[in-house]
């Protein structure tokens, strides 16, 4: 059986417009208020799990490898939390961590995943396999002019160099107790994943940027950020009926207010409900 534990990393911050889309900001800054640059709030909460031998960390946040202009335009910060702290918290050390599984590589779920040590760049997890879904990894290092700012190679290269990335074709489990679903319409292949988290809870869903905060739940408020936003309005649909009829709970990286929810049907469609740190 796994052990589940959430991991904060820190937090940072988003355009409000660009995270809800087609969303006026009267209707989205009633559930999120922005501050005076229209950014709102973002947790960055990776999902530690422990289980057949294995330590798993599914996403890293984005590291410490940002210069001050980065850190002002995304008021990034790590007083609170950072990842190794988390880590280490748990009881664990970086050199622990068996593997490390990405649902895509943009700076914010990826860049955790190395760290600079003066020019060089070495894996914060020395001993872990990461793995990526291949199609999402080629679309990457190719990247189109709309996620180009999203894909830096200082995360990327040294995973290739590594030795230690492990590409996976298309759904199915990537380790014991861990499925995967891709998902096209946030970025070509992204891997949402499914863990075993047993009797108590039941089957746990790491959401990433399908459903970044609960109130992506809705049709219609999807991201800016989003290559094929209809797209990502057919898959969030079909998710969520499954997650409802099966009973999912939903582990949410980046809603900095709520770390899990069910899905409930009422006669507003779909909605988040039961928002509680996970096994609470």
Known sequence: MNTLRPLETGTFRLDGGAMFGVVPRPL?????????????????RSLLVE???????????LGHKYDARFADLYAIDHETATLERSLRAAGFAPADVTDVILTHLH???????????????????PNAR?????RHWDW??????????????????????????????????????????????????????????GERLG??????????TQHHLAPAWTMGYDVRPLVTMDEKA????????????????????????????????????ETAPLGR
């Not at 089957?203 to 970044?212: Q, S």
């Open 28 to 44: 989205w800054e009633r559930r999120i208020a922005p501050d005076g640059r229209n950014r709102i709030p973002m947790a960055m």
């Open 51 to 61: 289980g057949d031998g294995r330590l798993v960390i599914i996403e890293t946040g």
């Open 107 to 125: 700076f914010d779920h990826v860049g955790g995943c190395t760290t600079r040590n003066g020019d060089r760049l070495a894996l914060t997890f």
């Open 130 to 134: 990461h793995h990526v879904q291949r």
């Open 140 to 197: 990457a290092a190719h990247p189109n002019p709309r996620e180009r700012a999203s894909f830096f190679a200082e995360n990327l290269d040294p995973l290739a160099a590594s030795g230690q990335l492990v590409l996976h074709d298309g759904p199915g489990e990537i380790l014991p107790g861990i499925e995967a679903r891709t998902f096209d319409g946030h970025t070509e292949a992204q891997q949402i994943l499914l863990v075993d988290g």
């Open 203 to 212: 089957t746990v869903a790491y959401v990433a940027d399908l459903l970044p």
């Open 238 to 273: 079909a998710f969520l009926d499954e997650a409802e009829r099966s009973g999912w709970t939903l582990f949410f990286g980046h809603d900095s207010a709520a770390e899990t929810a069910r899905v409930a049907r009422t006669d507003r469609g779909l909605v988040a409900t």
